[in-house]
């Protein structure tokens, strides 16, 4: 589902993965096996980031402005409909452009 979203908001949407795997080398192995093309970053050991962001499970997915601020935190995955969430967040903050 997430290649599905990159496929079709590329434009207006940019997806990060993040592991927590130790082997980040494997975990990019698998995302170039099964053709995920965005990024993928690797946490600390300390796990730094999961901790920043508050992870409590795993997945969890983030819809975070390009200001850096939370949209939705958490948001929802590709599965409880994020797709239509996102694109009414992307026709309210055009009609906001074209006032």
């Known amino acids: 589902m997430l290649k599905k979203l ?3 908001f ?14 980040l080398e494997k975990a990019q192995s ?5 053709g995920y093309s965005w ?3 690797g946490d600390s050991p300390d796990r730094k980031i999961a901790d920043l962001y508050k992870v409590k499970a795993y ?4 819809l975070i402005q390009s200001d850096g601020k939370l949209k939705m ?3 929802l ?4 409909n994020f797709e239509w969430s996102f694109f009414n967040l992307l026709q309210s903050a055009k009609r906001r452009q074209n006032r």
């Not at 997945?59 to 983030?62: D, L, M, Q, V």
């Not at 995955?77 to 409880?80: A, D, Q």
């Open 30 to 34: 698998y995302f170039d096996k099964n």
């Open 73 to 75: 935190s958490p948001a």
């Open 6 to 8: 990159h496929e079709k």
């Open 77 to 80: 995955s590709p599965g409880e």
């Open 59 to 62: 997945p969890t997915f983030y």
């Open 39 to 41: 990024k993928l970053l």
């Open 10 to 23: 590329s434009n207006d949407l940019i997806i990060v993965s993040i592991t927590i795997d130790k082997d």
